[in-house]
């Protein structure tokens, strides 16, 4: 008998995600599929605006991984028209993007993921003494590892427990067989869970200083808005670069000392997670943080390329602007495109909506036909997964000291081969050790700003072609990034000074995709074939394979049966 | 309290604006003495919101503080009221002829634009049709 089992709406993520699963008769899922239920259209709503405008709509996607799609707005326009921003800028914009994917990979860990490693319940039988005592043996260095915070975090989470309102811990799958951490370990995790939230909204008071606020900070096409004079009392001055040295140094300290250590030791707990949950073994990045101009890619410290089926002895250069390599398909996806084409590269690309889809409610989609408001992109046709994972890949494949000698530190910590790292737990490490590199990166981003600074250079925007009238007639761009969530590239077709045509090919439009018009699955289905799940009622496996990728959607699991009946629905509030 | 006040009523840039110095072109010489941004597009005067005096993340900045205007962000319809850096002399205000610049220049100075700004926008806000009653939340006890 097969199983099929519904999670939607997908919960400690952000936006609407749908998986539907069948499990075979050894309870491993054999079929799965992903399905984006909320239509975004951003496309449709930035045409005939000003492309100077446009990364304050683009930006405006989503809050959690705010500024990427700013500064990919930036970048299509100014690619568009040939506009170069200054080296401030550059960095300055290198700091903010640092700065996102350092908030965004804790957030992620502690906040939305940790929870399916951690049991916050079996926090509450941990010894305080004995959770010192792991506290100090994995992270020397940490300045709280005391019995006395650890009994203060433990009575904390008890009159928690005690209320009865266990608000955002509430309804998760508490107990599951698939827990397999020590009270103490999760009495760690529950305090450090606690930290990071703290922790956090200091780290982004950087982006308010460069942009003015968190979320949503400004971007500017030619460069920064934000002035640098070191002794003006409002512009960016020295005090607001000690400010911000300091939130980089405790950064550092935040990386180091507490969320690497947690991930080592939560990791050696679960061996078996590393042969779990791999997927396509397809790899994309585009790369960020141009050392010289944007165009310079070989100066990125994260670099670009693509790896097909595994092979780490080859990184395939990777072109956005090429209209053979990235294309969008629309064979499984609620849209159409005109003249009967069903593959289009961005520039060329369409949003026109065609709902084919049941009438909701519904109790499941046909993978046959068109099931989700995601398109499908594809690389030179392959389907390939992007993300932390992938950077970190193409980053070891290439070659990069600093990729290696973390990547290499870690698996010697696991004792586990590099293969281990095609899988959940190898995608779960990578934004850690990522994040690792992020922190020091940052620091070195912020020195070469003092840097130039000293050199006599305080430029920060070049207003050179600011005005629509120094544009040509017609100009079409790209401006790419990395996300968090992995690759992200707009492309813009500017015409008359007006947007004539806008498309968005987001991280989690290719790991979500749906099929393609081959039937070739996307990462996440691919990701889930062959998980094994304790109990079909609590698919807490799915989640971790899912959550591995950091999609950003909230949760209602309905478990059907063959006949759609329910099997039982879970509720989770976040 | 949060929406009663426009931005520019308690903006630290004020009297920048009243005084008529403005920033011409991004990073300019006005821009790192922290001109008022009216010229690059800012939305302060017609954003009626409290970022200038409770600011952002703790007090840390507000967009104005940070050198790039307000793009009037909790007013509605915003987004259909560009381009952002356009400034609101080319918004087509209904109930009065005369831009800013035209009342600015009848009256000769550079500081009265201003007037012309804060006239315009109050009569926005007193042309704008009266919440009706059942919508004005009752206050709760305490407050």
Known sequence: ?574 | MFYGQRIHDKCYRRAFFDAGQFVEAWDDDGARKGWCLYKMGCRGPTTYNSCSTVKWNNGVSFPIGSGHGCIGCSEAGFWDNGPFYERLSNVVVPGIDATPDKIGALLGTAAVVGVGAHLVSTIVRQSSKPIPAEDVPTPSKGE
């Open chain 1, 1 to 574: 008998m097969t199983t099929r089992i519904v999670v939607d709406p997908v919960t400690r993520i952000e936006g609407h995600l749908r998986i539907e699963a069948t499990l075979n008769d050894s309870n491993r899922v054999g079929d799965a599929m992903s399905s984006g239920t909320m239509w975004r259209g951003l496309e449709v709503i930035l045409q005939g605006r000003d492309p100077r405008d446009a990364w304050a709509f683009c930006e405006r996607i989503c809050g959690v991984c705010t500024t990427v799609h700013a500064l990919a707005s930036v970048r299509s326009v100014e690619n568009a028209l040939d506009i170069k921003v200054p080296t401030n800028a550059q960095i300055i914009r290198n700091i903010m993007f640092l700065t996102q994917m350092l908030q965004d990979h804790v957030v992620h860990f502690y906040h939305l993921h940790a929870l399916d490693w951690v049991d916050v319940v079996s926090a509450l039988k941990a010894d305080p003494a004995q959770t010192s005592a792991l506290a100090q043996k994995i992270s020397p260095s940490s300045p709280i590892t005391g019995v006395g915070y650890f009994k203060d975090t433990s009575a904390t989470l008890k009159k928690y427990v005690d209320s009865g309102q266990l608000g955002i811990f509430a309804n998760a799958y508490w107990g599951h067989p698939a827990y397999k951490l020590p009270p103490e370990a999760n009495l760690l995790a529950v305090a450090h869970y606690l930290e990071a939230l703290k922790w956090q909204k200091e780290l982004v008071k950087i982006h308010t200083i460069f942009g003015g606020k968190n979320p949503h900070p400004n971007y500017l096409v030619g460069g920064m808005a934000s002035p640098i004079a070191l002794q003006s009392d409002t512009a960016i001055n020295i005090a607001r670069l000690n400010m911000i040295k300091d939130l980089i140094t405790q950064a550092n300290d935040f990386v180091n000392q507490i969320y690497i250590p947690d991930l080592l030791a939560i990791a050696s707990f679960y061996p078996e997670w590393t042969q779990i949950g791999g997927g396509l073994g397809n790899y994309l990045a585009y790369g960020d943080i141009p050392q010289g101009g944007i165009s310079d890619v070989g100066s990125f410290r994260i670099p670009r390329g693509a790896i097909l089926n595994k092979n780490l002895a080859e990184v395939l250069p990777v072109d956005p602007g090429d209209v053979n390599q990235i294309q969008e398909q629309v064979a499984h996806s609620w849209y159409e495109y005109t003249d009967g084409k069903t593959s289009l590269h961005p520039w060329e690309g369409q949003t026109t909506p065609k709902y084919t889809g049941p009438k909701p409610p519904f109790t499941q989609l046909d993978e046959t036909a068109k099931y989700s408001w995601l398109k499908a992109p594809r690389w030179k046709g392959n389907a390939v997964e992007v993300g932390p994972l992938s950077r970190m890949l193409v980053g070891y494949a290439s070659g990069k000291t600093e990729y290696k000698d973390v990547v290499n530190n870690a698996l010697g910590a696991l004792k586990v081969p590099a293969t281990a790292l095609f899988s959940t737990l190898g995608r779960t490490a990578a934004r850690g050790l990522e994040t690792q590199l992020c922190a020091k990166w940052l620091m070195d981003e912020y020195n070469r700003l003092i840097a130039n600074l000293k050199a006599g250079d305080s430029t920060t925007a070049d207003n050179t072609k600011w005005n629509p009238s120094s544009w040509p007639s017609e100009a079409k761009g790209y401006g790419f990034t990395e996300a968090p969530r992995g690759a992200l590239c707009h492309w813009i077709h500017i015409k008359d000074g007006k947007i004539a045509n806008y498309q968005i090919v987001v991280p989690s439009t290719w790991n979500a995709s749906p099929r393609d018009e081959k039937g070739q699955l996307g990462a996440y289905e691919s990701a889930l074939l062959g998980t094994p799940l304790a109990n079909s009622k609590q698919p807490l496996e799915i989640l971790r394979t899912i959550h591995s990728f950091d999609p950003c959607l909230a949760c209602a699991a309905h478990v059907l049966g063959k006949d759609g009946r329910v099997l039982s629905q879970v509720h989770v509030r976040v």
